[in-house]
């Protein structure tokens, strides 16, 4: 299953679950097509390299499509716990966004090195010193975190996240993390997000305006 093919499948699953929500129990390929921005062609054929098949007239059942989708993109009953080290101004939005629980995801903690932030009660969620990472990671079996350190901090919370045993991390800091062995033998999954790099690809590619 190649990265195009699980990023369309996380889009049909957050679309089902809003379709769910809505009180719908059916629904059909072009459906799916026209809220994920692809054809119906292209979810007939995901569908069906994943064996799932609907009916020609009544559709794809809405809570098998999940079942079966969730049991790929590893969801549980209960909600996915993710931490966030440093609450500056990305951490505390991304604590304050309310759209991650519809998917199954849920931010259990905050972390951040200065007293006035971990010591500040208004937070949605609570904020600790970075010293009990690894108590907080045990005690709610946190498998992913969230990086929105400065640069120079960057290093150091990654260490701390591995050595809490963290296998996932969303990476919003400046500097670009690179997998780095476990003591299992195994590496851990590292996604880094530039937002100004981002912003430049985006700029340079409205200097070649698409045509089709």
Sequence with gaps: MNSDMIIRITKYYRILNRLRSLGLEKVFAH???????????????????????????????????????????????????????GCGRIGKALMHYNGFEPDGIRIVAGFDSDPMVYSDSTHPVPVYPLSRIEEVVKAFDVKVAIITVPEGSTSDSYQRLLHAGIKG???????????MKLDDGTFPIIHNMNIALELEQIFYELQIPKTE
Aim: glycine share 10%; no cysteine.
């Design 31 to 85: 459906n799916l097509a026209d809220a994920a921005v692809v054809s119906a062609a292209v979810v007939r054929k995901d569908f069906s390299l994943l064996e799932i098949h609907g009916q020609k007239r009544g559709g794809y059942e809405i809570g098998d499509l999940l079942g079966h989708l969730g049991k790929i993109l590893g969801k549980t009953e209960e909600p996915q716990n993710v931490i966030i080290i």
């Design 169 to 179: 991390v969303l990476n919003f800091s400046p500097i670009t993390l690179k997998p």
